[in-house]
T-cell receptor, first 110, second 112 residues
Framework: SQTIHQWPATLVQPVGSPLSLECTVE??????LYWYRQAAGRGLQLLFYSVGIGQISSEVPQNLSASRPQDRQFILSSKKLLLSDSGFYLC?????????FGPGTRLTVT | GDSVTQMEGPVTLSEEAFLTINCTYT??????LFWYVQYPGEGLQLLLKATKADDKGSNKGFEATYRKETTSFHLEKGSVQVSDSAVYFC???????????FGTGTRLKVLA
């Protein structure tokens, strides 16, 4: 069966520091991969999606970037975090109709 | 573009009450429709899906029917439990892209 991992689970970072969040999927090949952000008590905002290695589509211009160095690995990065980057970051994958989510990373920028 | 509209929450019900959470959508193509559930501090879990008009998705006592004529996909459960307390998201897959469109979520609180 397929599983999706995210780490770290929680992160507290100062403003201006770099960020790297990782997502990996097991048990499938060539998945479509997604990064979402969920602000407290809010809905999901699509940040990036990827349909293949090295293929990244950005939905929201901001100080975040994404990379897909391997088929089942998706990384979210920032060179300098802003206070507004705080939130719950969710990685997801699809292989057919459904989208499956990871457990999320809670990021607090102080 | 495509969009999903959910009823505003929170919805507060007593245990064993009937649940309806309304969801309507706009789409230019023929999307698949989904309901997801999110428990506190966790990611979203797929609850049920419907891939074409008149399909009924069901899981764990929850049901939703894909109504193309009313562009709706309302979530129902006949008898809610305290353990159903969570945030519920309606979503569609955009048939023209790889993107999924989510509603803003509806918080359900079930009281014992």
């Amino acid at each position: 069966s397929q599983t999706i991992h995210q780490w770290p689970a929680t992160l507290v970072q100062p403003v201006g520091s770099p960020l790297s969040l990782e997502c990996t999927v097991e048990g499938t090949s060539n998945p479509n991969l997604y990064w979402y952000r969920q602000a407290a008590g809010r809905g999901l905002q699509l940040l990036f999606y990827s349909v293949g290695i090295g293929q990244i589509s950005s939905e929201v211009p901001q100080n975040l970037s994404a990379s897909r160095p391997q088929d089942r690995q998706f990384i979210l990065s920032s060179k300098k975090l802003l206070l507004s980057d705080s939130g719950f970051y969710l990685c997801a994958w699809t292989g057919g109709y459904e989208q499956y989510f990871g457990p999320g990373t809670r990021l607090t920028v102080t | 573009g495509d969009s999903v509209t959910q009823m505003e929450g929170p919805v507060t019900l007593s245990e064993e009450a009937f649940l309806t959470i309304n969801c309507t959508y706009t789409a230019t193509g023929y999307p698949s429709l989904f309901w997801y559930v999110q428990y506190p501090g966790e990611g979203l879990q797929l609850l049920l899906k419907a891939t074409k008009a008149d399909d009924k998705g069901s899981n764990k006592g929850f049901e939703a029917t894909y109504r193309k004529e009313t562009t709706s996909f309302h979530l129902e459960k006949g008898s809610v439990q305290v353990s159903d307390s969570a945030v519920y998201f309606c979503a569609l897959s955009d048939s023209g892209t790889y993107k999924y469109i989510f509603g803003t979520g509806t918080r359900l609180k079930v009281l014992a």
